[in-house]
């Protein structure tokens, strides 16, 4: 897949795709239907997703707490694996931010990019304050030479598919809801790195994460996939994994710790991705830390019950 990061300077190749639009947090299945239909619009042109970064939200309020789903690399991983050919990754800045809902369909999209044909939700927003709906762009693309099919709302249970409902599953601590909205298990993706190795002290050593620019969801345990995307140890590994703070210990930043089952290795500064498959229970304080030993066997028994099964 090749990402395409500017849209006023691009060769010829890069040109005449059919296309998707949006934020793409998650890559749920309301994210994945509009991708088939760009797929399905113009089947020989090449497959693009075209979304932004940073996020439209963290640029209009950077000091908002993070909502993020998936980091920029999570969302291009996911998107390769569907098949895209090409990722528009745009920079939303304030000359981006400034354009008219006419200007961003002539000089973005038909100027531009060149692209043959795009595919939105029925909810889609665009242009400067957000002025342009759906309906303006099928009238903008009769104008300027491109075809816009508008996408239907998903809808999954008794509600809708959207990346706030899946934010709430996870803060609720309800991932298999999750899931069931996104199409696959929700992951945490990131780097190995240094902890305090209380865990390997306690007899179950962790790969800790940070979590410090995603949604954070319900503290606790929880029975986890986990893919080792790189080194030695490449592979995928079942696990029990803690998110939160550690109360046991003090005052801490919240991080993911992930205790794989086994395993035996050198994980630091490699890749993992951590799917949230069931939560356990919340985080606690343990009177000693024979206590907190014996609950995290008990965790771990758990989880691989409930792993065994899938």
Not at 22 to 27: A, H, I, L, R
Request: proline fraction near 5%; include cysteine; charge should be negative.
């Amino acid at each position: 897949m090749q990402i395409i990061r500017d849209y006023q300077f691009v060769t010829p190749q890069d040109r005449g795709a059919s296309v998707a639009i949006g934020n793409f947090d998650g890559v749920h299945l309301g994210h994945q239907s509009v991708i088939n239909l760009a797929h399905n619009a113009a089947p020989d042109a090449p497959l693009g997703i075209m979304t932004f970064e940073p996020h439209p939200r963290e640029y209009f309020a950077p000091d908002a707490p993070p909502f993020r789903l998936a980091s920029a690399e999570t969302r291009a991983h996911r998107l390769e694996k569907l098949g895209v050919d090409k990722l528009y990754e745009l920079p939303f800045n304030t000359a981006l931010s400034s354009l008219t809902p006419e200007e961003f369909a002539r000089d973005v999209i038909a100027k531009g990019l060149g692209l043959t044909h795009v595919v939105v939700g029925a909810d889609f927003c665009f242009g400067k304050g957000r002025k342009g709906t759906a309906d303006d762009l099928v009238a903008f693309g009769q104008e300027f030479g491109f075809g816009v099919t508008v996408a239907p709302l998903i809808q999954a249970g008794d509600g809708q598919v959207s990346s706030t409902s899946i934010r709430q599953a996870l803060s609720d601590g309800r991932p298999r809801d999750a899931a069931n909205m996104l199409g696959h298990w929700h992951r945490i993706d990131g780097s190995v790195i240094g902890g305090e190795q209380r865990g390997r002290d306690l007899g179950f050593p962790t790969a800790n994460m940070s979590i410090d620019d995603l949604h954070q969801p319900k503290y606790g345990v929880y029975a986890v996939l986990v893919d080792v995307l790189d080194g030695p140890h490449t592979g995928s590994y079942f696990g029990a994994a803690s998110i939160g703070t550690r109360p046991m210990f003090g005052e801490n930043k919240a991080n993911i710790e992930t205790f794989l089952f086994d395993f035996s290795g050198d994980l630091y500064g490699h890749t993992l991705s951590v799917g949230l498959v069931e939560y356990l229970r919340p985080e606690e304080k343990y009177d000693s830390l024979d206590a907190l030993v014996a609950q995290i066997a008990q965790d771990c028994d758990d989880a691989r019950n409930i792993l065994n099964a899938l």
